[in-house]
């Protein structure tokens, strides 16, 4: 599948529109059941929005749902009235009506939008799609494709199962499917050409679902992490992890034989080990007789530069979840709630500093911490949990300066950061944008039970 690069020149604002409403899809593959979703413009995932760095840009999001609904537009450093969150940035969208959003955005790279209103519901019943930022240059390679990731839960009939948010669910590990799909479709092999570069962009929309990626036969060189551009590098042992919500490009070269098959393979969880996908080469000879020389660096972003000698430090401490022999960790005790109910239908689970802010964003949250515009934040996210937990920052993206003590060994930007259990973060950004923005765990379950906060930059 090869996507244009260039966007249709036309008038200076790009406009589009998204619907999200009830829909259908053959996840397993034309020959497969039908399954009912909920999707953006009757796609799954939703179209590919292909937008150009710095050219301003209207989408209006039309309701076609039963309930209400928004969308937020993941890693985008835009206004904060335009960030998409129920009740704290916009009034969510009514079942009928549209709301229209307008920014400019400032990055090129692979960011991805879906709702933030019953998040864990409607993402998990398909809203979710790909948001390219265009470099406002030229980058080239031979073709760039984008893999977007979601992760389903199916009943044997192909229907999406119930039971969202389940205490289970909520408390451990959150809502982890039974079937992967790249852009809609389960496991199936892509065409290559030995030879060729590829710019892979690959972003995980799934609720609850790690992945560590391993490309048979290949050595994929990592470009960009959450949008942002890193110095190009190899990922420590050859394997691409992506929690939920992260999104990595990278060069691949097609170093392979013509004619032979690949496995990419998902080996996040141990034990669980399965072929996302299926590198398929074509029996042509190479496009190219002289091997690439390494990818050079993606053209930075205009990211404000931490200050770090004159930091305000701020840090999370991220409690809760189910520990050993059933028990829950913190929280209960901390909100005076008693064990059996907990982490069910929004009920708290977990807690940043010792509260918990559950749900998709709602009026009258109390920020955790304050920082003047124009400030330098240095945040430490510390988990104290035995669960791992991307946790992510709407309308700014972080410098990324130490895990557990040790400096990171790349240079890099996220939006979503991937704690393991006990992991400690330090990170850092400068407090440019004012408004309320939220910092939660993209674990859908986990946000919905408590792993959520605001903060407020003046
Ligand atoms: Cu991608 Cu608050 O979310
Ligand atoms: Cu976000
Ligand atoms: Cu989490």
């Known amino acids: 599948m090869s996507l244009p690069i260039r966007p249709a020149r036309g008038s200076a604002i790009d406009e589009r529109t998204l619907r999200a409403a009830p829909s259908q899809a053959r996840l397993t593959g034309p020959g497969g059941p039908s399954t009912p979703t909920w999707a953006y413009s009757d796609t799954i995932p939703g179209p590919v929005l292909r937008l150009r ?3 301003p840009v209207r989408i209006t999001v039309e309701n076609g749902l039963a309930e209400d609904t928004t969308v937020h537009w993941h ?19 009514a079942p009928g009506s549209n709301f229209t959003y307008e920014f400019t955005p400032p990055d090129a790279g692979t960011f991805w939008y879906h709702p933030h209103a019953d998040s864990l519901v409607q993402l998990g019943r398909g809203l979710a799609g790909a948001l390219i930022v265009e470099e406002a240059e030229l980058v080239e390679f031979d073709r760039d494709l984008i893999w977007l990731l979601q992760d389903w839960r199916l009943a044997a009939d192909g229907q999406i199962s119930g039971g ?20 809609g479709s389960a496991p199936a092999d892509h065409g290559v050409r030995a030879g060729e570069r590829i710019r892979l962009r690959l972003a995980n929309a799934a609720l609850a679902r790690m992945m560590a990626l391993r490309f048979e036969g ?37 170093q392979g034989k013509p004619g032979r098959r690949y496995r990419v393979i998902d080996e996040f ?26 990818p050079t660096a993606l053209p930075r972003n205009p990211l404000p530069e931490p200050d770090l000698a004159k930091a305000l430090r701020q840090e999370i401490v991220l409690q ?28 708290a689970a977990w807690a940043i500093n010792g509260m918990s802010m559950t749900g998709d964003g709602h009026a009258g949250m109390v920020p955790q911490f304050t920082l003047r515009r124009g400030v330098t934040c240095h945040l430490t996210i510390r988990n104290q949990t035995a669960w791992w937990h991307p946790m992510h920052v709407h309308g700014f993206s972080l410098s990324i300066l130490a895990r557990n003590g040790s400096p990171v060994s790349h240079r890099q930007w996220q939006d979503t950061v991937l704690l393991a259990p006990k992991d400690t973060v330090e990170c ?31």
């Not at 060189?221 to 999104?247: K, N, S, Y």
């Not at 400068?430 to 906060?453: E, F, K, R, S, Y």
């Open 320 to 347: 809760g979840g189910m520990m050993g022999g059933g028990k829950l960790a913190g929280v209960g005790g901390m909100m005076g709630m008693s064990g059996m109910n907990m982490g069910m239908n929004g009920t």
């Open 428 to 458: 850092a950004f400068v407090a440019d944008n004012p408004g309320d923005w939220m910092l939660h765990c993209h674990v859908a379950d986990h946000q919905m039970a408590g792993l959520m906060t605001v903060f407020r930059v003046t």
């Open 269 to 294: 969880y141990d034990g669980l080990a399965y072929t996302l996908a299926t590198l398929a080469y074509d029996k042509a000879p190479p496009l190219r007789v002289h091997p690439l020389e390494r």
């Open 53 to 55: 760095q710095g050219r």
């Open 218 to 254: 290949h050595r994929p060189v990592i470009l960009a992490i959450d949008g942002q551009p890193c110095d190009p590098h190899e990922p420590d042992d050859g394997r691409v992890v992506l929690g939920p919500a992260m999104r990595v490009d990278m060069a691949l070269h097609m």
């Open 164 to 183: 969202f948010g389940s205490a289970m669910d909520a408390t451990m590990a959150g809502r982890i499917g039974n079937l992967v799909t790249i852009n």
């Open 75 to 93: 890693g985008i450093r835009l206004p904060n009235a335009m960030d998409g969150v129920p009740g704290m940035t916009q009034p969510p969208i």
